[in-house]
């Protein structure tokens, strides 16, 4: 069983930085990639950030300059320093796990962490 847990939402005044974080445990497993996603206003769930093991990086075009995703493949985390902060980033952050156990893939979401950006 793998667990996805994210934390380091919180509120922030515009301007400001936050950092989240997301960790997978649990069974034996390695990462092909993690990533962020928050709701679109569609409530579909969009890429904000998303990274491979081995340090390959994409990003939204919104959060470009401002956000910045990394790795560390020994803790099974993943973080996002989010800089400039602007209210128009409130969400519901999401973590999403891609992970390779024996020989399938499989995708496993956190709960969500809320970030609150004041004007």
């Known amino acids: 069983q793998v667990q996805v847990v994210e934390s380091g939402g919180g509120l922030v005044q515009a301007g400001g930085s936050l950092r989240l974080s997301c960790t997978a445990s649990?069974?034996?497993?390695?990462?092909?990639?993690m990533g962020w996603y928050r709701q679109g206003p569609l409530k579909q769930r969009e890429l904000v950030a998303r990274?491979?093991?081995?340090?390959?990086?994409n990003y939204a075009d919104s959060v470009k300059g401002r956000f910045t995703i990394s790795i560390d493949n020994a803790k099974n985390t993943v973080y996002l320093q989010m800089n400039s902060l602007k209210p128009e980033d409130t969400n519901v952050y999401y973590c999403?796990?891609?992970?390779?156990?024996?020989?399938?893939?499989?995708?496993?979401w956190g709960q969500g962490t809320q970030v609150t950006v004041s004007s």
């Open positions: 999403n796990a891609n992970l390779r156990i024996v020989a399938y893939d499989y995708s496993y």
């Open positions: 649990g069974s034996m497993f390695s990462i092909n990639a």
């Open positions: 990274i491979t093991s081995g340090g390959s990086t």
